[in-house]
């Protein structure tokens, strides 16, 4: 499974951006899916989940700020950002497989992640 997080950039406080993960073949309709986050020198932490039922769950600090939805048709699953936050800038990846797998975040592999920056 290829997955590949783009999107990222440089953006001022109050902004918005929109994630894309693109995976190979179908593997994220038949899949739940996680973006996480990383910040320099902390860890990687689950912001975002997506069930094939199309269910969300969030993090309580992007609650209300980040939404997640995919397309079908596209392979793609995104992550919408709104009103951003310095403490929002991190390297954001995304990942499938069971939602208690997304939880514990022990995955053996990593896609390229994509970088997001806020700041004024």
């Known amino acids: 499974v290829q997955l590949q997080a783009s999107g990222g950039g440089s953006v001022q406080p109050g902004g918005s951006l929109r994630l894309s993960c693109l995976a190979t073949?179908?593997?994220?309709?038949?899949?739940?899916m996680g973006w996480y986050r990383q910040a320099p020198g902390k860890q990687r932490e689950l912001v975002a989940t997506?069930?094939?039922?199309?269910?969300?769950n969030y993090a309580a600090s992007v609650k209300g700020r980040f939404s997640v939805f995919r397309d079908r048709a596209k392979h793609t699953v995104y992550l919408r950002m709104n009103n951003l936050k310095p403490q929002d800038t991190a390297a954001y990846y995304c990942?499938?497989?069971?939602?208690?797998?997304?939880?514990?975040?022990?995955?053996?592999?990593w896609g390229r992640g994509t970088l997001v920056t806020v700041s004024s």
């Open positions: 997506l069930t094939t039922g199309d269910s969300t």
């Open positions: 073949g179908d593997i994220l309709s038949s899949n739940s």
């Open positions: 990942n499938v497989g069971p939602l208690s797998k997304l939880a514990r975040g022990d995955f053996t592999s």
